[in-house]
């Protein structure tokens, strides 16, 4: 437990030395919220909420907001995810080579992905929040959060395997731009296409389009988001306790000889 809590200390001092993210957080989400309320149309649109059948009728805007933070937390939690895992794996693996708990590790950095989303997911919430009513606040910071967890997993899942920070950050934006534009009622008319279930936030836009506009609960869509996020989690820590324990094994040639 002391492992777990010293690796999760520093996971989370990590995250909060991100200057980039930060200004992300208090600067870019309420911009582009902002913008999305005082810019898009306010023409009543409507369009169907594909996991429950559901016919919504609701102002451009305010779906267009729900879209823009969608974008904004899923880029922010997955890029600030990807940076502290990228900066941080070298000295990982040295840790786990040495004989650091590899499930201490693993469970710092969930534990500080869950944090960042909660934290992101609220805050954008609010914003949105401040400009319209919505009808279950609840759901849609709970949509908000899955988005974040689920790129936070996929953030994860590229700093395994990307060699820089920029192309983290390329690789990012593009997904989550690319998943947030096909699914927006205003920019794609056929949003609710079979192809569309298949984006890693689709679960988080349902679930978010639900609290805005309805009274339901749809639950499906918060299961998909877990799913994703499990797969790319799994992935990414799997791994990571591959790769780690490779480097255990060699070390012991070494330290044998070294006894010797």
Not at 60 to 78: E, K, M, P, R, Y
Not at 93 to 101: D, F, H, K, Q, V
Not at 241 to 258: E, F, G, Q
Request: glycine residues 8%; hydrophobic residues 55%; charged residues 10%.
């Amino acid at each position: 437990m002391n492992a777990y809590r010293v690796a999760t200390r520093y996971s989370l001092v990590e995250l909060a030395r991100n200057q980039l993210a930060a200004l992300v957080l208090v600067f870019l989400i309420p911009i582009a919220i902002s913008l999305a309320y005082f810019v898009i149309t306010r023409e009543v649109l409507t369009f169907r909420l594909r996991t429950t059948g559901t016919p919504i009728q609701a102002a451009g805007q305010q779906a267009t907001t729900i879209s823009c933070a969608l974008n904004a937390v899923s880029l922010l939690v997955g890029f600030a995810m990807f940076a502290s895992a990228h900066r941080a794996g070298a000295f990982d693996r040295r840790l786990a080579g040495a004989g650091y708990s590899r499930l201490a590790l693993v469970l710092a950095k969930l534990t500080t992905l869950l944090v960042a989303a909660v934290i992101v997911g609220g805050y954008a919430t609010a914003w949105i929040a401040w400009y319209w009513s919505i009808q279950q606040p609840v759901l849609l910071w709970t949509g908000m959060f899955l988005t974040g967890v689920v790129y936070g997993a996929i953030g994860l899942f590229f700093a395994l395997f990307l060699p820089g920070e920029l192309e983290g950050m390329f690789i990012i934006i593009l997904i989550t731009v690319i998943d947030n534009v096909l699914q927006n009622p205003i920019t794609n008319p056929a949003s609710d296409a079979g192809v569309v279930t298949l984006l890693p936030g689709y679960g988080a836009m349902q679930t978010c389009l639900a609290a805005g506009f309805t009274d339901t609960a749809p639950v499906s869509p918060i299961l998909l988001s877990l799913g994703w996020a499990a797969a790319f989690g799994a992935i990414a820590f799997g791994t990571f306790v591959v790769r780690t324990r490779n480097r255990t094994r060699a070390w012991l040639p070494a330290l044998a000889s070294a006894v010797r």
